[in-house]
C-alpha cells in the first residue's frame, strides 16, 4: 500500500493541479491503470472474500433478471450510495437493459461502472494552482482524516516542485498542532502555528501572510473537526474563511471537505451545511483502504454536483491519489474475479 | 410525532377510510417506506431485512388489520421492534472483582477513542476511583501526546512511553505502573485500525491476550454507514468486544450504526458521546436511540424553532420555567402559536445535548399540519389537565382525542414527548440555556 508507482502517481498529480508534468519513463505504467491496480489491491483483493454476493450474482448471471435488479440496488445500498441515487442509476440502467444495450451480467457490470464514472466525473475535479501562493482550506467533521491528508498533500505538492506552508488552523483539539508539525516535518515544509486556544482565524491570517513572505507557493489551512450541525462552530468557519481572504484577496482558492469512506447519509448532510457555510470546491475521500465503499460521494453528487479531487488509501505520507472515477467505480463494483 | 416515517405511512394508507381489509399491496407498499427509512436512517441491509420481516409478520397481523388508524398501528410496531432490538436496560460497566479493572478502547481510525477514553477516565475518576489511562496508540503522530494533554485537563496521570513502537509492551507496563501506584482502573487507548488489517487486528488480539481486559470496548462513529456490520463482526471476531460507545451523536446522523452493531453482534451500546469535551458522556437509552433513527424528536424540534424567535424577556421567563421543570402545556401551546406567526422557518439551531434531530424542516406546509394538531389537542384540555399532565388519564385522554378531532395514540404521543421534553429541559438547566440558544 506505500507502492507509490513513482512517475506515474506524480504526473496524475501535476494534472490535478494544473502544474507540467514531471518527466516519466517510457516504460511506466499509465496512470490509471496503475491508480485502479492499487485501489483494487487496498479493497479486498488479498483477503480473498469477494465484494459482496450481489455484485457476485450480478457477474455470475449469464442474463439479466428480476433478481439482477434487486442485487444490483442492493450492492449500491450497500456502497453507502444512498436510496434516491441508488435509484436513478438502476433506472437508468434498466433503461439501457430495455433498449438492449444490456443483456448479460457482465454487460450490466460494465454498463453499471460507466455509469457511475459518468456521474461523478462530469469534468475531472482540479485543484488549479497558479495564484502566489494558492490557499487551500481544508475542512471537515472530527475525525475524517484532516491532518493527515495535509500531510500527504503538502508531500505530493513538495514533490513537484512547490514550496509550501501549512497552517495549523485546529486550535482547539488536544496535541492537533503537535501532530501537523510531525507531518510538517516529514513533509519537509514550514508550519504556521500559534498556542492552544489561539484564535483560528488568527493562525489562518499569518499563515498566509508567511506565505506570501517566504515565497510559498501553496499556503495549506488545517481547520478544527466540527459537527455541521454546531451553528457557532460553523459561524467559526465562515469567520475564518472571510479573515484567509482578507489576508490576500481571493484567498482561499480551494476549500477541501474531508470526508470518511465509511461515512453514511449524514455525509449528505455534511457536505450540504459545510457547503452553506463555506464555498466548499471539491472533496476528499479518506481511509479507502478499508471494507467501506464510500459510496456517499456518489449521493453528494447527485444532491449538490460536488466532485471528488483526491482519494486517501493509508495512513502512510505517500496514501494519497488523485481522484480517478473510473478507477474507483471498477474499484468498488467489480468482484475479484473480473479484475 | 408526526415524523418522516409516519408521513410516508399515511400516504400509503390515506387511501384507505372506508375501503375496509388492507390488501397485501399495501403492506408491501408499508414495508417499502419503512425500508426506505432505516436505509436512510444508515441501519445496515441486513438488519433492515430482518427487521422489517419481523415487523410484517405484525402488519399482516389483526392488530393493523383491524385498527382504523393503521398506519399509526405501524409506526407503533416498528418502533416496538426497533426498541426491542437496541436492547433493554442499560447495562453500565462492568468492574473487575480485584482491582485493577482494566478496559481496552478499540475501533477504526478517527472514531473517537482517545477523547472517549479520557470521558471513561473522567466519569470514573468523578464516581470515586482511581484511574490510570495507558498510551498505546503508537503509531499515530501525537496520539500519546493527545491523551497526555487530555489526562492533564482532567487530572488523571497517562502512562506512556516516548518513542515506543510495541503497543503490547506499554500495555504490560502500563498495568504494572498502576499497580504499583495503587491506581484500581487501567484505560487503555489503542491505534485505530482496518478490520481487514490482518496485521493490526492481530496486534489488538496481542494487546488483548496480555492485559486480560475485564472489558474490551468498541467506538463506533454515529455516522458510520452500511459498513457498521462489518465492522462490529469483525472485531466481535477478532476480540470479542464487551460493548460499544456510540461517538458524535451530538450530530444530526439518524445513527442507525447503533442497531446494526447490536443486532448483529447482540452486544450492548454502554454509552453515547454528544460532544468534544471530556464531560460529553451519556448513558445510552435505547427508546430514545430508537425514536432518533425513526427521525422522531419533532416536539423538540419545535421547541427549538419557537426559542430562535421569541424575545428576549419572554426567553428569560421560559428559561426559568424550564430549569425549573415547571414549563406548562399552556407555556409551550404559546411558543408553538409564536412559531406559527413567524411564518417560514429557517435553519433549525444547535443541539439539545443528549438528543438528535437538528436538521432542516422538510417545508412549512407539514409544519403547520403538526401545529394544528398539537394546538388542537391542548385547546381542548381543561387548564388544570394543562398545567398538570400527569392526572390525564385514559377516559380524559379518550375525550380530549375526541374533541381535538385527532386520536388517543397522538394525545398519548404529546404527553410522553412533553414529560421527556421536560426532564431534559431540567438538564439542561444545569448547562444553562443560553449554551444551547448558540449565543
Not at chain 1, 248 to 253: F, K, L, R, S, W
Not at chain 2, 27 to 36: C, V, W
Not at chain 2, 260 to 270: F, M, Y
Not at chain 2, 312 to 318: G, L, N, S, V, Y
Request: hydrophobic fraction near 45%; charged fraction near 25%.
Amino acid at each position: 500500500m506505500s507502492d507509490t508507482g513513482g512517475a506515474a502517481d506524480l504526473g496524475a498529480f501535476a494534472e490535478l493541479f494544473g502544474l507540467e508534468a514531471p518527466a516519466v519513463p517510457d516504460d511506466a505504467p499509465a496512470p490509471r491503470r496503475g491508480l485502479f491496480r492499487r485501489l483494487r489491491e487496498s479493497i479486498a483483493a488479498s483477503q480473498a472474500q469477494p465484494i459482496s454476493p450481489q455484485l457476485a450474482g450480478i457477474y455470475q448471471s449469464k442474463l439479466v433478471s428480476d433478481d439482477t435488479w434487486d442485487d444490483l440496488e442492493e450492492a449500491l445500498v450497500l456502497a453507502d450510495c444512498g436510496m434516491p441515487a441508488t435509484m436513478d442509476i438502476v433506472e437508468a440502467l434498466r433503461a439501457e437493459a430495455a433498449a438492449g444495450k444490456v443483456t448479460s451480467g457482465d454487460s450490466l457490470a460494465r454498463a453499471l461502472t460507466d455509469e457511475i464514472t459518468r456521474r461523478l466525473a462530469p469534468e475531472p475535479a482540479r485543484i488549479p494552482l497558479g495564484d502566489e501562493p494558492t490557499v487551500i482550506l481544508v475542512v471537515g467533521v472530527n475525525g475524517s482524516g484532516k491532518t493527515t491528508t495535509i500531510g500527504k498533500l503538502a508531500h505530493r505538492l513538495t514533490e513537484l516542485g512547490q514550496k509550501v506552508v501549512i497552517g495549523a488552523g485546529d486550535t482547539f483539539r488536544a496535541a492537533a498542532v503537535e501532530q501537523l508539525a510531525v507531518w510538517a516535518d516529514r513533509a519537509g515544509v514550514d508550519i504556521v502555528k500559534q498556542a492552544p486556544g489561539a484564535d483560528p482565524g488568527a493562525v489562518a491570517f499569518d499563515a498566509v501572510v508567511a506565505g506570501r513572505a517566504r515565497g510559498a507557493d501553496v499556503v495549506i489551512i488545517d481547520t478544527a473537526g466540527r459537527l455541521q450541525t454546531q451553528h457557532n462552530l460553523m459561524e467559526e468557519l465562515r469567520k475564518v474563511h472571510g479573515v484567509t481572504g482578507k489576508a490576500m484577496e481571493g484567498a482561499p482558492h480551494h476549500v477541501l471537505l474531508v470526508i470518511d469512506s465509511t461515512t453514511g447519509q449524514n455525509g449528505l448532510s455534511q457536505a450540504r451545511l459545510f457547503s452553506e457555510a463555506v464555498p466548499v470546491s471539491a472533496l476528499v475521500l479518506t481511509k479507502f483502504d478499508g471494507v467501506a465503499r464510500g459510496g456517499i460521494v456518489v449521493a453528494i453528487e447527485r444532491e449538490l454536483g460536488i466532485p471528488v479531487a483526491m482519494i486517501g488509501v493509508g495512513e502512510s505520507i505517500d496514501d494519497l491519489q488523485p481522484f480517478d472515477a473510473r478507477a474507483f467505480a471498477e474499484a468498488i463494483f467489480t468482484p475479484d474475479a473480473a479484475a | 410525532m408526526f415524523d418522516a416515517l409516519t408521513d410516508k405511512l399515511q400516504g400509503v394508507f390515506s387511501g384507505l377510510k372506508g375501503r375496509g381489509k388492507l390488501t397485501e399491496s399495501d403492506i408491501d407498499k408499508a414495508m417499502r417506506a419503512i425500508r426506505l427509512s432505516l436505509l436512510e436512517a444508515d441501519v445496515s441491509l441486513p438488519v433492515v431485512k430482518q427487521l422489517t420481516t419481523a415487523i410484517k409478520e405484525r402488519a399482516t397481523g389483526d392488530e393493523v388489520m383491524s385498527s382504523i388508524t393503521p398506519d399509526q398501528q405501524v409506526v407503533k410496531i416498528v418502533d416496538e421492534e426497533l426498541t426491542r432490538l437496541m436492547g433493554g436496560t442499560n447495562v453500565g460497566l462492568a468492574m473487575a472483582p480485584s482491582p485493577p479493572t482494566v478496559i481496552l478502547m478499540a475501533g477504526l481510525q478517527g472514531s473517537g477513542k482517545t477523547t472517549h477514553t479520557a470521558k471513561l477516565a473522567r466519569l470514573l475518576a468523578a464516581e470515586g476511583r482511581a484511574p490510570l489511562m495507558v498510551a498505546c496508540d503508537v503509531r499515530r503522530p501525537a496520539a500519546m501526546e493527545q491523551l497526555a494533554v487530555l489526562g492533564d485537563q482532567i487530572g488523571v496521570p497517562v502512562h506512556r512511553e516516548e518513542g515506543a513502537t510495541d503497543p503490547v509492551a506499554v500495555a504490560r507496563d502500563g498495568i504494572a505502573a498502576a499497580k504499583r501506584a495503587g491506581r484500581d482502573v487501567v484505560l487503555i487507548d489503542t491505534a485505530g485500525r482496518l478490520t481487514i488489517d490482518a496485521e493490526m487486528m492481530d496486534e489488538l488480539v496481542a494487546i488483548r491476550d496480555a492485559v486480560r481486559p475485564t472489558s474490551v470496548i468498541l467506538v463506533v462513529d454515529a455516522m458510520t454507514g452500511q459498513t457498521a456490520v462489518d465492522v462490529a463482526v469483525a472485531f466481535q471476531d477478532a476480540v470479542q468486544f464487551d460493548g460499544a460507545i456510540l461517538s458524535k451523536l451530538d450530530g444530526d446522523a439518524r445513527g442507525g450504526a447503533a442497531l446494526s452493531v447490536r443486532a448483529v453482534t447482540g452486544k450492548p451500546i454502554l454509552f453515547v458521546g454528544t460532544g468534544e469535551k471530556v464531560d460529553a458522556l451519556e448513558a445510552f437509552h435505547p427508546d430514545r436511540m430508537a425514536s432518533r433513527i425513526l427521525g422522531m424528536g419533532d416536539v423538540l424540534s419545535l421547541i427549538e424553532k419557537a426559542q430562535q424567535n421569541v424575545d428576549e424577556a419572554d426567553a428569560k421567563r421560559i428559561e426559568e420555567k424550564m430549569r425549573g421543570g415547571t414549563l406548562t402545556l399552556d407555556d409551550f401551546l404559546d411558543q408553538l402559536r409564536q412559531v406559527r406567526k413567524m411564518g417560514p422557518i429557517g435553519q433549525v439551531m444547535g443541539m439539545i445535548p443528549g438528543l438528535g434531530q437538528a436538521g432542516k424542516l422538510k417545508d412549512v406546509q407539514v409544519d403547520e399540519r403538526r401545529i394544528d394538531r398539537v394546538e388542537a389537542i391542548i385547546s381542548s384540555m381543561t387548564l388544570s389537565e394543562r398545567a398538570r399532565p400527569d392526572i390525564i388519564n385514559g377516559s380524559r385522554r379518550r375525550r380530549i382525542a375526541e374533541g381535538s378531532g385527532t386520536t388517543v395514540q397522538e394525545v398519548n404521543q404529546l404527553l410522553a414527548q412533553f414529560k421527556q421534553m421536560q426532564k431534559l429541559m431540567k438538564r439542561i438547566g444545569k448547562g444553562g440555556l443560553p449554551s444551547m440558544l448558540g449565543a
